[in-house]
C-alpha cells in the first residue's frame, strides 16, 4: 500500500520540485537585476587601526552605513568602504589615500585627525578634486585654504571663552599652561592663550612635554612650577602624556588640597575608559571640558546595538560605556556621504559630491546635521569632574556664553554642580592674585646714548647715575605694549654704547639678570641667533637726505631747451598761417606792416592762455587754431604738472665741492649700505645726532645723508623745511624688542604691537614725537619734459599747418587761375613773335640790316680812338 502510495505521488512531487526550483531561479534572477541597477560609491578609510580612536571610528561608519540603507533600501546607490591603516603617520595616511584614489577609485575618504594629516589630505584633495572629511582635527587658519576638506571637531573658540570664563569665574589671575610639545597640540592651543590675554588671565609660565620626555625632566619641570608658587594649571596633552603627568604631580604634591588642574577638550576627547585605574586615581578633582554627546534614545539604541554587534569589549580589550564624540561624527558624516550619494545620481542634478554633503541636513546623533564653511563643529561642552575612576558631570558650557547643569542656566560657574578638588576639598583652590606685591619683575636693559632723545631719552640721576626717568618714542610703545601682563618693569641702561650686537650677546648670555633690551635697536639676522625680537614697530628700510635747493629759475626747469624753443616756434609758426589766411578778407590781420606783424605775434602767443580776440572768418584757420590748442592743451597741462611737482617738491643739488656722506656713528647697518651701494666710492662721516646731521649739511661738509628712517623723522621734526628725502630703501626691518630665546613675551608684546597699528594708537604716539605729517619731504623731481616726449604732437601740428598751406596755395591759384593763363598768353605769344623776327632776318637778311651793321662798325671804332 505503502508503495503504491510513493509511485502513484512520484510525479506531483517531480512537479513540486520543477515549480520550487523554478521560483528560486526566478527570485535569485529577481536579485541579481536589483544588485545590477545598484551603483556602488567607493569611500576610503584611512585610519589608526591600532588605536581605540581607530576602531571606534571604523566600527561606527560601517554601521552607520547598514542602519542607513535598512531604512533607505529603495535607494540605487550603495556607499562601501575601502579600509587601510596609517599606524598613525602622517606620510602613511598620504600614500594610503594616494593607493585608494588609483586602486580603488573611492571619490571620498575618510581619516586625519591630526593637524598634518589634514594638511596632507587637503592638498591631495585640491589636486585629485576629492572631498576629504577630517575628524577632530584641530581647527587652524592654514586649514582654510583647502575647499575639498571637510572637518568634523569641536568648536576651539567656545570652548576658549568656556575655559576663561570659568578661570574668572573664581578669580583666579595667573594660571600655568602644560602643553605638548607637538604642532597639533600648539596650534590649538593659540586661541586658548589669546583669549587668556584678552581676558586678564595672566599665563604665569608655559611648560612643554614630548612623548620622549623622561619622569625625570617632567618632575624637575612640575617642582619649578611648583616653586613658583603656581597653583592653577591648564593642561593641553595627548591621552599618553596625562598618564605620565598626574603620576609625577601626586608626587610632588601637587594633586593635594589648594591646587586645580582643568584639562581641555581635545585632552578629555581622547580618554574613553582606557585609561588604567592607577592614572584615573591620581586625576581625582581634574576638571575637564568634552564635546557634548546627546543622551538622546537614538544615541543610547545606537551605542548598545554598536557593542553588542561587534563585541568592543573583545576587540578593543577594556569596557566601553559609550562612544566617543569621534564615533558620533564619523556616524553623522556617514549618513552625509550615503544620502549625498544618492542625490548626486538622481536625473538633472549637476551638483557634485562635495556640494551635496555640505547641502545635507538631517536630524543625527550629534544633533541638527548642518555643515557650516563645511565645518561640523561641536561649541556645547560638557564639563565633568573625576572622581575616583570615573567622571561625574557638572554642568555644561553653552555656546551662547553661558554655564547650565539641569536645571539652571546662568553666566557664571555658579549654578554647576558642587565640584570636588584635589585633596576631596569642595573649597575652591585660591589661585594667584595680582596684588602689586606679586607682581613678577621684567628686567630691561634700555639704550642710554640719548643720540636721539626722541627716540630714547634715559634721565639718571648725576651723582649715582642711577635711572631717574625713562621716555621716548620707544619707551612708550614698550610701556603700551607690556602694560596688560601686569610686570613690573625694571630699566636697566646700557652702557656699552652703540654696540646692539654685544648687547643681544649679553641679554642671550646673562640670562640670570636680565629679560629683555628696548630702545633704538634694529632687527638684524645676526642678532637673532642670540634673542628673539618682536615685531618692527616702526618704519622699515633706510633713507637718504639732502640738502634742498631753492632757485628762482625753478619755472624754466620742467622743460627742456630744445622743447621751449620748439614750442616758441610754433606759436610764431601759427601766427603767420592765421595771418596768411586771413589777412585777405579780415580787416583785423590788415594795416600797415609794423600792425600785421604785432597781429601775428600777438595772435599766435595769446593762444598760450586762450586770450585771442580776434575773429577768424576763414574755416581752414579755424581748422590750423583747432589743431594748435589741442597741442596747447597738452604743453600747459604737461607743463603745470611738472612745475607743480618742482614747486611742491623743489630739486635737490649735491654738493660737489665734499664727496663725504654722512651716517649714524657706530652703525654698522647704514656703513653696509654703503658699502654695497653705488655710494661706495663716497668717503663716509661719522655722526652722533640730528643736530649733527643737520649741521653738516647745512655746513655743506657732506652730500648726503644715509640713516635708518626712525632716525630721520627726528631730523625732519627739527628741521622740517631745510631737507628732503631723496631715495627710500626697505633694506632693514625697523626697530623691535628684544626677549630671551623662547620667552612668551615675544609673542604678546608682538600681538599688543599688532593692535597699536591698528588701533591707531601707534600713529597717535608718532605724531606726539615726531610732529609726523602726511608724507616725508621726498625727491619727486619729475624728469624735465623733452622734445622726444612731444615729438607726435608736433608731428601731427606740423601736418596740419603743411596741409593748410597746401589748400591755401590751392585756392589762390585758382582764384587767380584766369590772369595767370591770360598774361602766360600773352607773354608766350610776344616771346614767340621776337624769335620768328629773329629766326626769319638770319634766314634773309635785307641791305638795310647790312648798311645799319657797318655803321654800327664804325661807329665803334671810333669810340676806341
Not at 711 to 728: A, E, H, N, T
Request: net charge neutral; glycine share 6%; aromatic share 10%.
Amino acid at each position: 500500500m505503502e508503495k503504491r502510495f510513493c509511485i502513484q505521488n512520484s510525479p506531483l512531487l517531480s512537479f513540486l520540485l520543477v515549480l520550487l526550483l523554478f521560483i528560486s531561479n526566478c527570485f535569485a534572477s529577481s536579485q541579481n537585476d536589483e544588485v545590477d541597477e545598484q551603483v556602488r560609491v567607493r569611500v576610503g578609510l584611512v585610519l589608526d587601526l591600532g588605536s581605540v580612536e581607530g576602531k571606534i571610528v571604523r566600527s561606527s561608519v560601517s554601521m552607520a552605513l547598514s542602519d542607513f540603507y535598512a531604512i533607505h533600501n529603495d535607494y540605487k546607490t550603495r556607499v562601501s568602504l575601502s579600509v587601510r591603516n596609517s599606524h598613525g603617520e602622517p606620510l602613511l595616511t598620504l600614500s594610503s589615500a594616494v593607493d585608494l584614489l588609483q586602486t580603488e577609485g573611492v571619490e571620498a575618504i575618510i581619516g586625519g585627525n591630526s593637524l598634518l594629516e589634514a594638511k596632507l589630505l587637503g592638498e591631495l584633495g585640491e589636486k585629485a578634486r576629492v572631498p576629504m572629511i577630517s575628524l577632530d582635527s584641530p581647527i587652524s587658519c592654514s586649514l582654510s585654504k583647502y575647499s575639498h576638506l571637510i572637518q568634523a571637531t569641536h568648536d576651539s573658540t567656545s570652548e576658549a571663552k568656556g575655559i576663561t570664563s570659568f578661570i574668572n569665574g573664581f578669580d583666579w589671575n595667573s594660571v600655568a599652561l602644560v602643553y605638548e610639545d607637538h604642532d597639533d597640540w600648539k596650534d590649538s592651543m593659540q586661541l586658548l592663550v589669546d583669549h587668556f590675554h584678552e581676558n586678564n588671565v595672566r599665563i604665569k609660565s608655559k611648560i612643554g612635554f614630548t612623548v620622549s620626555s623622561s619622569e625625570d625632566s617632567m618632575m624637575d619641570r612640575l617642582r619649578k612650577l611648583n616653586a613658583l608658587g603656581t597653583t592653577v594649571f591648564v593642561v593641553h596633552l595627548s591621552k599618553v602624556m596625562v598618564t605620565y603627568l598626574f603620576p609625577c604631580a601626586e608626587k610632588l604634591g601637587m594633586m593635594g588640597e589648594g591646587f586645580a588642574w582643568i584639562l581641555t577638550a581635545k585632552s578629555m576627547n581622547r580618554f574613553h575608559e582606557s585609561i588604567d585605574d592607577f592614572a584615573k586615581e591620581t586625576m581625582e578633582g581634574v576638571v575637564g571640558f568634552k564635546s557634548y554627546i546627546p543622551m538622546s534614545k537614538e544615541v543610547h539604541n545606537f551605542t548598545l546595538r554598536w557593542r553588542k554587534s561587534l563585541h568592543v569589549e573583545e576587540v578593543i580589550g577594556t569596557e566601553i560605556t559609550r562612544l566617543s564624540i569621534s564615533g558620533i561624527w564619523a556616524h553623522d558624516i556617514a549618513w552625509a556621504l550615503a544620502s549625498a550619494a544618492e542625490v548626486i545620481r538622481m536625473p538633472n542634478v549637476t551638483s557634485t559630491l562635495l556640494e551635496a554633503i555640505t547641502e545635507s541636513k538631517f536630524k543625527g546623533l550629534s544633533g541638527d546635521f548642518q555643515l557650516d564653511d563645511r565645518k561640523l563643529l561641536s561649541d556645547k561642552f560638557e564639563i565633568v569632574n573625576m572622581i575616583g575612576s570615573g567622571e561625574r558631570r557638572i554642568g555644561f558650557w553653552n555656546f551662547n556664553g553661558s554655564f547650565s547643569n539641569r536645571r539652571h542656566l546662568s553666566s557664571t560657574h555658579n549654578n554647576l554642580e558642587t565640584i570636588i578638588w584635589p585633596g576631596g576639598s569642595t573649597q575652591s583652590p585660591k589661585g594667584s592674585s595680582l596684588k602689586q606685591s606679586d607682581r613678577k619683575k621684567l628686567r630691561v636693559l634700555v639704550t642710554s646714548s640719548n643720540r636721539f632723545p626722541r627716540l630714547v631719552n634715559v634721565t639718571t640721576d648725576p651723582v649715582t647715575h642711577d635711572i631717574i626717568n625713562v621716555d621716548g618714542f620707544c619707551i612708550e610703545v614698550f610701556n603700551a605694549s607690556i602694560a596688560p601682563f601686569n610686570y613690573e618693569v625694571e630699566y636697566i641702561r646700557w652702557r656699552n654704547g652703540s654696540n646692539y650686537d654685544n648687547l643681544a650677546y649679553v641679554l642671550n648670555s646673562q640670562k640670570d639678570k636680565y629679560d629683555a633690551a628696548v630702545g633704538d635697536i634694529t632687527i638684524t639676522w645676526n642678532r637673532s641667533t642670540y634673542v628673539d625680537f618682536t615685531l618692527p614697530f616702526t618704519e622699515m628700510g633706510l633713507g637718504i637726505v639732502a640738502l634742498k635747493e631753492r632757485s628762482m629759475w625753478v619755472f624754466l626747469q620742467p622743460l627742456t631747451p630744445n622743447l621751449w624753443i620748439t614750442s616758441a616756434s610754433f606759436f610764431v609758426l601759427i601766427g603767420i598761417i592765421v595771418w596768411l589766411i586771413e589777412r585777405h578778407e579780415n580787416p583785423e590781420f590788415q594795416g600797415s606792416w609794423s600792425q600785421q606783424i604785432g597781429v601775428m605775434l600777438w595772435f599766435g602767443f595769446s593762444t598760450l592762455v586762450y586770450a585771442h580776440r580776434e575773429r577768424l572768418n576763414h574755416n581752414l584757420s579755424r581748422f590750423v587754431v583747432t589743431v594748435w590748442i589741442f597741442a596747447v592743451l597738452i604743453l600747459v597741462t604737461s607743463y603745470t604738472a611738472t612745475l607743480t611737482s618742482m614747486m611742491t617738491v623743489q630739486s635737490i643739488r649735491f654738493n660737489s665741492n665734499k664727496n663725504y656722506v654722512g651716517h649714524l656713528s657706530g652703525s654698522l647697518i647704514a656703513k653696509a649700505a654703503l658699502t654695497n651701494s653705488s655710494m661706495q666710492t663716497m668717503r663716509s662721516l661719522g655722526l652722533n645726532t640730528s643736530d649733527d646731521y643737520a649741521r653738516a649739511l647745512l655746513d655743506k661738509n657732506v652730500s648726503l645723508i644715509v640713516s635708518e628712517l626712525p632716525y630721520l623723522k627726528v631730523l625732519f621734526r627739527d628741521y622740517p623745511k631745510d631737507f628732503l628725502m631723496v631715495k627710500k630703501q626697505y633694506t632693514t626691518n625697523g626697530f623691535g624688542f628684544m626677549f630671551q630665546k623662547g620667552s612668551e613675551l615675544v609673542h604678546n608684546v608682538s600681538r599688543e604691537i599688532s593692535k597699536l597699528r591698528t588701533s591707531e594708537r601707534l600713529n597717535e604716539m608718532e605724531r606726539r614725537w615726531f610732529e609726523k605729517q602726511s608724507s616725508y619731504p621726498t625727491d619727486d623731481k619729475s624728469n624735465p619734459l623733452t622734445l622726444d616726449r612731444f615729438r607726435g604732437l608736433f608731428m601731427i601740428t606740423g601736418v596740419s599747418f603743411a596741409f593748410s598751406l597746401a589748400v591755401l596755395f590751392i585756392l589762390w591759384l585758382r582764384e587767380k587761375w584766369d590772369i595767370i593763363v591770360h598774361s602766360v598768353n600773352i607773354f608766350l605769344s610776344r616771346r614767340l613773335r621776337h624769335f620768328r623776327i629773329i629766326f626769319t632776318r638770319t634766314i634773309h637778311p635785307s641791305p638795310l640790316d647790312n648798311t645799319i651793321g657797318e655803321n654800327a662798325i664804325q661807329m665803334a671804332q671810333r669810340n676806341r680812338r
